[in-house]
């Protein structure tokens, strides 16, 4: 499968996390901060990877049932993790090679960008500005912005309707069958990267329109 010229587009909403940005490191320093915090084992971070993408409720329930913790602990978990992730947002991640240069080229075909994370959108916010990404980007919405998160369409339907483009001409950039499966039900057409964080799968298995080693590929 392949894309159509990026000039019949009229934006593109990108991930974040496993899409412009390695943020795996800041999860495990959170993630496992909190765990300690809280008297629980650490987890490796190849486990870690396999529970980002969801939002960080997500990530938290996962985590305190791997390391053997209650359900009930969710609330203090929850307090610490902000608290931890606030301090090292940016600090163990990186921008994947050809990241930066990806979004300058689709800029340069005319396309309006928007971010759409499940992160929340002050973490995400902080974390363009630290990476130099964020003066491309029109608009970031975050998982916290509305009532559904990835891979439920609304986040791409609010972008499209906030960026005054149509789904059908507007391009999905993502890593993970949540980028996916959300593009599928919003009309994107959705294109996945090759590197990111797919819950421990195989990105190329799951149904897209093209797939790249790199964003410099677009």
Partial sequence: MSL????????????LDGTL????????????????????PPLARASIERMVGK????????????????????EAAWSA????????NGRHAAVYPGASE??????????????????PRRFAQDLLVAKALDHHFELVFGGDDFPEKKPHPMPLL?????LG????????????????????AAGCPV???????????PVTAVDADAWLDTLAGL
Avoid: W
Wanted: hydrophobic share 40%; proline share 3%.
């Fill in 191 to 201: 294109v996945l990267v090759t590197y990111g964080y797919n819950h421990g799968e």
């Fill in 4 to 15: 159509p010229p990026l000039d019949t587009f009229e934006a593109a909403i990108i991930d």
């Fill in 102 to 119: 990806g979004l300058h080229r689709l800029r340069q075909a005319g396309l309006r960008l928007a971010c759409v994370t499940n992160k």
């Fill in 165 to 184: 483009t149509t789904p059908a001409r507007t391009l999905m950039v993502g890593d993970s069958t949540n980028d996916a499966q959300a593009a599928r």
């Fill in 21 to 40: 940005v390695d943020t795996l490191g800041d999860f495990d320093a959170a993630l496992n901060a909190t765990l300690a915090d809280l008297g629980l």
């Fill in 81 to 88: 993790y902000q608290r931890h992730y606030r301090h090292v």
């Fill in 55 to 74: 939002g960080s409720e997500h990530l938290i329930r996962s985590a305190l049932q791997a390391s053997g913790g209650s359900a009930g602990t969710f």
């Fill in 158 to 162: 609010k972008a499209c309707e906030a």
